[in-house]
């Protein structure tokens, strides 16, 4: 199948961006990476009228550390963060992640916030996003807002994003001294959306659990308790409430009773691992 027609345009700066929006409103639609996107055009499950390329806009494409975040340009590719020679200290758990998301050929071309702005609840920087706390900024013709990553996740699929937004930038808070990550996934192969994708924090003074591929959204819970206490806290109790709390549905992949057994099986191995 071909996609719907539409007209393209290359822009070269963000500005340009918001006043174009500002023109087309929900008409058009963002291409940085194309990745989610080509594929639902050729399916026509998007069809804009007006297709803006931001991929060399050289004011987007950028990593860059500000305010105790690091804050990722609309531009920047994942592949470029991924190889980001100091990412293992500034964010652990992203570290973790990269390698489970898709293959390379698709990392090289697909972008963090593209990602963060498809809101694939399967998606690994979603989740990734969720779990650490993360922002997204939002810009438009009449200025900038920021939401947290919680607020921003509306379901599958769908954000806060308003007619004439965009994302301009989403920011990871940079890890934090005595804080651990870690991060499990099932998919039926490497490369492939998670059935079920969980990310661990573990703090000097609670248990966060996140799950990715459940709910319509990714979803964290946090449990105020020790990781010293762990031996007295019904963990296996508080995960399945949990699991039963993001409401799984059956699909051609999983059941949902399966899901809600990764997510009690997996996140009991992915916390007592990241708590050792």
Not at 183 to 201: I, N, P, Q, S
Not at 235 to 245: E, I, K, Q
Request: charged share 20%; with cysteine.
């Amino acid at each position: 199948m071909k996609p719907a027609s539409f007209d393209y345009i290359r822009i070269d700066s963000s500005d340009e961006i918001a006043a174009l929006l500002n023109q087309v409103g929900s008409d058009g639609r963002i291409l940085a990476g194309g990745q989610s996107l080509m594929a639902m055009l050729n399916i026509r499950l998007a069809q804009p009228k007006v297709l803006l390329d931001i991929s060399r806009c050289a004011d987007l494409n950028y990593a860059r550390i500000a305010d105790g975040h690091l804050c990722i340009g609309a531009a920047a590719t994942q592949a470029s963060i991924e190889w980001r020679p100091e990412l293992a200290t500034e964010l652990p758990l992203l570290h973790k992640v990269f390698p489970w998301i898709s293959h390379f050929q698709v990392r090289n071309r697909g972008t963090v916030c593209g990602s963060v702005a498809h809101a694939d609840p399967s998606a690994e920087l979603p989740l990734c996003l969720v779990a650490l706390q993360g922002s997204v900024v939002l810009r438009s013709a009449s200025g900038r807002r920021v939401l947290a990553a919680e607020q921003f996740f509306r379901g599958m699929l769908s954000t806060a994003l308003e007619p004439g937004e965009f994302v301009e930038e989403v920011r990871f808070p940079l890890h934090r001294p005595g804080h651990r990550h870690g991060f499990k996934e099932v998919a039926m192969r490497h490369g492939d959306f998670a059935l079920v994708a969980l990310a661990a924090t573990i703090t000097p003074d609670a248990i966060e659990l996140s799950a990715g591929g459940v709910a319509d959204r990714p979803t964290r819970i946090r449990w105020q308790v020790k990781p010293d206490a762990l031996v007295g806290f019904d963990l296996d109790a508080a995960l399945n409430d949990f699991s039963w709390s993001l409401e799984a549905e059956s699909d051609t992949h999983a059941t949902a009773a399966y899901r809600r057994h990764l997510v009690r099986q997996l996140g009991r191995q992915l916390i007592m691992e990241t708590a050792q």
